[in-house]
């Protein structure tokens, strides 16, 4: 494996097992599931690197995965949008009593 390679698969790795965790797999199972898809992707390049399959197969998962990241992001950091109700609690304590 080269070390670009290398270089991107720990984020590959870890997006992988958080994907993981948001269906369900917790604690122990978590790093069980990191070091068996490091391990797979380890085999994978030894078996698949020369015809040039692993490299397609990798780039495509990083790209998949980074599109998947920046949405997360970017919902994440969009600003919530306000209902009806939370305006008028909002107006109600503004307004003095009478």
Known sequence: MDTLTTILSVPAVLAIVELAKKFGVIGKWALLLAVAVAVALNVASYL???SGLYAAIVAG?????????LYDAAKTAAPPKLSGTMIEGISAKIEPKA
């Open 48 to 50: 698949w690197s020369a």
């Open 61 to 69: 998962l990083l790209l998949g995965l980074a599109a998947a990241g």
